[in-house]
Nanobody, 116 residues
Framework: QVQLVESGGGLVQAGGSLRLACAASGRVFVITGMGWYRRAPGKQREVVAGITRGGITNYTDSVKGRFIISRDNVKNTVYLQMNSLKPEDTAVYYC??????????WGQGTQVTVSS
C-alpha cells in the first residue's frame, strides 16, 4: 500500500525559506509524476508544482521563481524548496501524484505558516 508522508513545515517570517519533503513508500513513486498541493484557510486545495518522472517541472504562476520542486528517485522522495515566502503561502501542503492526484494518497500534509 502506498503512503505519502510530508514533513518540513513550520512557522517562518515573510521572506524566509522552508524545504518540504515527501517520502513515498511503494513503487508508485518511480512510475509516475509527483506534485505538491496546498490548501489555504477557507480555500480549495490547489496544485503548486509538479515534476514528471523524467524531471520536467511546472509551477503555478504565484510561486514561479520562488519555489523549486525536485525528486530523488533512489530515496523515493520529492522536495519543495520554498524561498521568498509570503503570508499568502500560508497553507497545509500535501504531496500526491501529478497531474492527477489520487484520493487514496492524500496524507496529513504539513502546515506552513508565514508571518508578516
Amino acid at each position: 500500500q502506498v503512503q505519502l508522508v510530508e514533513s518540513g513545515g513550520g512557522l517562518v517570517q515573510a521572506g524566509g525559506s522552508l524545504r518540504l519533503a515527501c517520502a513515498a513508500s511503494g513503487r508508485v513513486f518511480v512510475i509516475t509524476g509527483m506534485g505538491w498541493y496546498r490548501r489555504a484557510p477557507g480555500k480549495q486545495r490547489e496544485v503548486v508544482a509538479g515534476i514528471t518522472r523524467g524531471g520536467i517541472t511546472n509551477y503555478t504562476d504565484s510561486v514561479k521563481g520562488r519555489f523549486i520542486i525536485s525528486r530523488d528517485n533512489v530515496k523515493n522522495t520529492v522536495y519543495l524548496q520554498m524561498n521568498s515566502l509570503k503570508p499568502e503561502d500560508t497553507a497545509v501542503y500535501y504531496c500526491n501524484t501529478n497531474p492527477v492526484p489520487l484520493e487514496a494518497f492524500w496524507g496529513q500534509g504539513t502546515q506552513v505558516t508565514v508571518s508578516s
